[in-house]
Nanobody
């Protein structure tokens, strides 16, 4: 069983930066693949960035070059550094833990609003 708690969301001006954190409780954090998803009002939840247990990363085209996902297995935490934020990045951001043969776990979400 894994519990995930996101933090770091808030209101930021266009062009600004935020760093989201997702802290996990439970065992065997290092074996999980981790991802950040987002859901804007009226839209489907979409994958923003993912990182495998071995550290391989992938990004949605819309955030490549602006967002960076990383993990610290010693702290059971996954991060999403978001730079050059745009109004269209406004959404609730969720972290997810999962992987082949593993159950999926979701956090409760953190709101990001990009507005002047």
């Amino acid at each position: 069983q894994v519990q995930l708690v996101e933090s770091g969301g808030g209101l930021v001006q266009p062009g600004g930066s935020l760093r989201l954190s997702c802290a996990a409780s439970g065992s065997a954090f290092s074996i999980y693949g981790l991802g950040w998803y987002r859901q804007a009002p009226g839209k489907q939840r979409e994958l923003v960035a993912g990182i495998t247990s071995s550290g391989r990363t992938n990004y949605a085209n819309s955030v490549k070059g602006r967002f960076t996902i990383s993990r610290d297995d010693a702290k059971n935490t996954v991060y999403l550094q978001m730079n050059s934020l745009k109004p269209e990045d406004t959404a609730v951001y969720y972290c997810k833990a999962g992987g082949y043969g593993l159950a999926d776990y979701w956090g409760q979400g953190t709101q990001v609003i990009v507005s002047s």
